[in-house]
């Protein structure tokens, strides 16, 4: 499939909503805690079995954005985009199988395996486009895209919940849920696969930074630099940061108030989450766009060494004042998705906009490890901590030390980025060239 050139005169502002269109609906999956409890009871499940489907997502997540990362670049915006909707959709229609058939198996390859390579080839489907579209603002632009999958789950948790109230929480609703969620996710993200196009030519924005002048390296090339490797332990330590508190928040501010005058409700600590889904959502477009005014490196100063402090007055003070614990948390949770949405500018700045898109699909291994790593802590301690007799915010202390440790591991990274060794750079990229002489006049 030869990705679709954009005619005279389109705007470039057409291509941040094709990307939106399907990071919405992949960001569905931080949604997938709406499922877990009727799941586990309609089909007799533990907490641990209700979240591999996530988990194997997360984790597929990772490793197709890697492997599928030169083809996407190959192949272009719209191929990528029609994957992610084949198989982000046909994996709730596998789980709907599954769900009904009350075959759990089903369920964690469908959602898991198969959902998980779209949302994979997905998130970074629109990446390399629009670097080339707003070589002026690649930060932004970026941002405007990932911050979709941030908020995906702004939408998709009251529309499941509302799904489940109205279908019923047996195996049969969740069933109809999940076909629903597949059917709608296609026409939704068959938006973006419509709409995307590629700049005619390798300058789209007058007098703006031709997207293949300056360093350019390859793929290949890229993950054999030291820069490329500091970025990975860069964007770890700073998943695993933020993944610690989102995938525990509700029980977690519990915890930390329970013994106070003003224990937290569950509708108040389902407030919470939702409040930090947004921190999260305005942080991927907030703190990119910020970027593009001080640099990647200054910001990733302030996502790992603000975002330490912020543990720190959580572990010494958090228990006595609820706005400071909610404070720090929505701050932990914008640099989360800030630095999400600022990794691919970063990439951009060190290794050029050649093969970006490719690179940064496997810098995203480092999100599947951290999506394993940040909850095995927390929920790992806690769990200890609770057997040896321990209570509230006595829990996560360790925990939280653990990820002070961590963002200053990443702090460090950050300093030690360089500018890549002019021995990887290619001085007239060969498939650039070609892709230009077969672009239509």
Same mark, same amino acid.
């Given at each position: 499939?030869?990705?679709?050139?954009? %005619?005279?005169?389109?705007?470039? @502002?057409?291509?941040?909503?094709?990307?939106?269109? !399907?990071? #919405?609906?992949?960001?569905?999956?931080?949604?997938?805690?709406?499922?877990?409890?009727?799941?586990?009871?309609?089909? $007799?499940?533990?907490?641990? *079995?209700?979240?591999? %489907?996530?988990?194997?997502?997360? +984790?597929?997540?990772?490793?197709?954005?890697?492997?599928?990362?030169?083809? !996407?670049?190959?192949?272009?915006?719209?191929?990528?985009?029609?994957? &992610?909707?084949?198989?982000?959709?046909?994996?709730?229609?596998?789980?709907?199988?599954?769900?009904?058939?009350?075959?759990? @198996?089903?369920?964690?390859?469908?959602?898991?395996?198969?959902?998980?390579?779209? /949302?994979?080839?997905?998130?970074?489907?629109?990446?390399?486009?629009?670097?080339?579209?707003?070589?002026?603002?690649?930060?932004?632009?970026?941002?405007?895209?990932?911050?979709?999958?941030?908020?995906?789950?702004?939408?998709?948790?009251?529309?499941?919940?509302?799904?489940?109230?109205?279908?019923?929480? =047996?195996?049969?609703?969740?069933?109809?849920?999940?076909?629903? $969620?597949?059917?709608?996710?296609?026409?939704?993200?068959?938006?973006?696969?419509?709409?995307?196009?590629?700049?005619?030519? *390798?300058?789209?924005?007058? =007098?703006?930074?031709?997207? +293949?002048?300056?360093?350019?390296?390859?793929?290949?090339?890229?993950?054999?630099?030291?820069?490329?490797?500091?970025?990975?332990?860069?964007?770890?330590?700073?998943?695993?940061?933020?993944?610690?508190? #989102? *995938?525990?928040?509700?029980?977690?501010?519990?915890?930390?108030?329970?013994?106070?005058?003003?224990?937290?409700?569950?509708?108040?600590?389902?407030?919470? +989450?939702?409040?930090?889904?947004?921190?999260?959502?305005?942080?991927?477009?907030?703190?990119?766009?910020?970027?593009?005014?001080?640099?990647?490196?200054?910001?990733?100063?302030?996502?790992?060494?603000?975002?330490?402090?912020?543990?720190?007055?959580?572990?010494?003070?958090?228990?006595?004042?609820? %706005?400071?614990?909610?404070?720090? &948390?929505? !701050?932990?949770?914008?640099?989360?998705?800030?630095?999400?949405?600022?990794?691919?500018?970063?990439?951009?700045?060190?290794?050029?906009?050649?093969?970006?898109?490719?690179?940064?699909?496997?810098?995203?291994?480092?999100?599947?490890?951290?999506?394993?790593?940040?909850?095995?802590?927390?929920?790992?301690?806690?769990?200890?901590?609770?057997?040896?007799?321990?209570?509230?915010?006595?829990?996560?202390?360790?925990?939280?030390?653990?990820?002070?440790? /961590?963002?200053?591991?990443?702090?460090?990274?950050?300093?030690?980025?360089?500018?890549?060794?002019?021995? $990887?750079?290619?001085?007239? %990229?060969?498939?650039? &060239?070609?892709?230009?002489?077969?672009?239509?006049?």
């Amino acid at each position: 499939m030869s990705p679709p050139v954009a %005619p005279p005169g389109w705007s470039r @502002w057409l291509v941040p909503p094709a990307a939106l269109s !399907v990071h #919405l609906s992949i960001g569905q999956a931080y949604a997938w805690s709406v499922f877990k409890p009727p799941l586990e009871s309609a089909l $007799h499940l533990n907490g641990t *079995e209700s979240a591999l %489907p996530f988990q194997l997502a997360i +984790v597929m997540l990772g490793l197709s954005a890697a492997f599928g990362g030169t083809l !996407v670049e190959r192949n272009g915006p719209r191929w990528a985009m029609t994957v &992610a909707l084949v198989c982000f959709s046909s994996g709730f229609l596998i789980s709907a199988l599954g769900a009904a058939s009350e075959q759990y @198996w089903l369920i964690v390859l469908g959602y898991g395996f198969v959902g998980g390579i779209g /949302l994979g080839i997905g998130y970074i489907s629109p990446v390399s486009t629009l670097i080339k579209w707003f070589p002026d603002r690649p930060g932004m632009a970026t941002g405007i895209a990932i911050m979709g999958f941030g908020g995906g789950a702004l939408i998709a948790s009251p529309w499941s919940t509302q799904m489940l109230q109205s279908f019923g929480s =047996d195996h049969s609703g969740i069933a109809l849920a999940f076909l629903v $969620h597949g059917l709608a996710y296609a026409v939704f993200m068959s938006l973006g696969v419509l709409l995307v196009r590629v700049p005619r030519t *390798e300058q789209p924005v007058a =007098d703006g930074p031709g997207v +293949v002048d300056g360093v350019q390296v390859s793929a290949r090339s890229a993950v054999r630099t030291p820069q490329f490797w500091c970025l990975w332990v860069v964007l770890c330590m700073n998943v695993t940061a933020g993944i610690g508190i #989102l *995938e525990k928040a509700a029980p977690m501010i519990t915890d930390f108030f329970a013994d106070t005058s003003t224990p937290v409700s569950v509708s108040a600590a389902a407030g919470f +989450v939702a409040l930090l889904s947004a921190a999260n959502m305005a942080g991927r477009i907030g703190w990119s766009s910020a970027s593009d005014l001080i640099g990647r490196k200054n910001i990733y100063r302030v996502y790992l060494g603000v975002g330490a402090l912020m543990y720190l007055l959580i572990a010494s003070f958090g228990d006595s004042s609820k %706005p400071l614990f909610v404070l720090c &948390a929505l !701050v932990i949770l914008s640099f989360y998705g800030g630095g999400f949405a600022t990794v691919p500018a970063y990439l951009k700045d060190l290794f050029g906009a050649y093969q970006v898109g490719a690179i940064h699909g496997r810098l995203l291994t480092a999100w599947s490890t951290a999506g394993v790593l940040g909850p095995l802590i927390v929920n790992w301690i806690a769990d200890h901590q609770k057997a040896a007799g321990k209570h509230g915010p006595d829990l996560y202390g360790l925990s939280f030390v653990i990820m002070i440790g /961590l963002l200053v591991i990443g702090f460090i990274a950050n300093e030690l980025v360089r500018p890549v060794h002019p021995r $990887h750079h290619l001085s007239v %990229p060969k498939e650039a &060239a070609d892709g230009r002489r077969e672009q239509p006049a």
